[in-house]
């Protein structure tokens, strides 16, 4: 029996993760130093197509940024503190620019905006032996499993 929501994906287990600390994400870390080892599941699993070509990075790191969507210059957006407002290029409807529906439809060049908080971790390069000490006391195994398929 599932009694709490369960989130498998890479992408929504790094958001959990930032809203601690790697302390208490070790499995993070663990990833990490699979990517500097260059394992073929852990590899594949990222879909970048320069790691799933045998390249290995030397070092590997992880920040932390804050995430906003972008905001719409209208007047309730004006008024949020600390928030970016984009102009936008594209819209539908009245070429004006007056029409209500063609400013509710516009379309911003960014949708995302991003600033930088800090370090989550600092840069780890391969066979670092804190990073080995640190993954062996969460038991964590420290060759890569080949056979283990993710997908």
């Known amino acids: 029996r599932q009694v709490a ?11 959990f ?5 790697y302390q208490h994400n070790p499995w993070l870390i663990n990833l990490m130093d699979k990517i500097l080892e260059g394992c073929d599941p852990v590899m594949n ?4 197509s ?4 045998g ?21 309730w957006a004006r008024r ?5 407002i984009e102009a936008s290029k594209e819209s539908f409807g009245d070429d004006t620019g007056h029409s209500l529906w063609a400013d509710f439809f516009r379309f911003p060049d960014n949708y995302w905006t991003r600033t930088y908080v800090r370090e989550y971790t ?19 195994q420290r060759r890569c ?3 283990r398929r993710w997908g």
Do not use: C
Not at 50 to 53: F, G, I, K, N
Not at 122 to 140: C, K, P
């Open 122 to 140: 600092m840069a780890i390069e391969g066979n670092n032996t804190s990073v080995t000490a640190f993954l062996d006391h969460y038991r964590y």
């Open 5 to 15: 929501p369960h989130q498998p994906r890479l992408d929504w287990q790094m958001w």
């Open 55 to 75: 390249h290995v990075p030397s070092k590997v790191r992880a920040q932390l940024y804050h995430y906003d969507f972008t905001r719409l210059n209208t007047t």
């Open 50 to 53: 320069r790691l799933a070509a």
């Open 17 to 21: 993760a930032a809203l601690g600390n």
């Open 145 to 147: 499993d080949r056979t």
């Open 80 to 84: 949020i503190p600390n928030t970016s």
């Open 45 to 48: 699993l990222l879909g970048d």
